[in-house]
Each structure stands twice: as C-alpha cells, then as structure tokens.
C-alpha cells in the first residue's frame, strides 16, 4: 500500500500539467480549422497574403495567438468565424478598438514601435480570455 501512495504522489504533479497539454492541442486543432476556413473562404493560405502578416480569428482564439513581425509589418486579423463578430485593440500599441468585424472581415494595424504589445478582442477578451500578443522587433 505504502508503494502505491508513493507512485500516486509522484503522479499527480503529471495529472496536472496534462490539462495544460490537452488545451494546447486543442487551440492547434482550433487553428488548423481556422486556416482551413481561411483557404475555403479566399482560396489561398494566409501565409500566402502579401504585404501583411494574418492572423485569424476564429472560436474566441487569435491562430497564431503569438506573432513576432518588425516594425512597419501591417498585421491583419481576419474573422473567419461563421456568425460572431470580433474586434481588435492594443492600447499599449495606441490601437483603439476597430469597429466590429463580421465573417469574412479584416482589421489592420501598422506596428511602428518595437516591443512585445498585447492585443485583445474588445467584446470577447474577458468572458472568453481572446488575447494575443505582437512582438515587434527592429529591423
């Protein structure tokens, strides 16, 4: 008995960080549908947008929710949610909140000063924790 409660004592420090894992399997699952709406809806890849880096929106998610870009890279959310709107806003960034955009419309923003910024989804930030970070670098 005493060697099961050792084994299980030595287990459950894993059992918690399998959560962890689960959730970030299930945002890569999430992303890849969003890029898969993306490529159904504008019939190319986002990473096949020039001039400007996609992000999607999609499921209260931003996929990728972390990009690093240099300074003057255009960053464009797109929402490829079938019936929510989303919005953007970095006040670090000296971004307001854009106007809503609905399925199958975009958001951009032109980063002009290096440094990791947060972003945030104006209506979906708090209730569905739909943040994201830009880390602009010096060219």
Not at 31 to 49: L, N
Request: net charge negative; proline share 6%; charged share 20%.
């Amino acid at each position: 008995m005493k060697r099961l409660s050792i084994l299980v004592s030595a287990l459950l420090p894993l059992a918690a960080a399998f959560p962890v894992l689960a959730e970030d399997d299930g945002n890569a699952a999430i992303c890849a549908e969003a890029e898969e709406r993306y490529v159904s809806i504008f019939g190319s890849s986002s990473a096949d947008a020039e001039g400007v880096t996609v992000v999607k929106m999609y499921k209260y998610n931003f996929c990728p929710a972390a990009v690093t870009v240099p300074v003057g890279t255009t960053v464009r959310w797109v929402n490829v949610d079938k019936r929510t709107s989303h919005s953007v806003l970095s006040p670090a960034a000296g971004m307001p909140e854009s106007d809503r955009a609905f399925p199958e419309e975009s958001v951009e923003f032109t980063f002009l000063t290096a440094g990791s910024q947060e972003y945030l989804c104006g209506p979906h930030w708090e209730t569905q924790q739909m943040i994201g970070m830009v880390t602009v670098t010096e060219e």
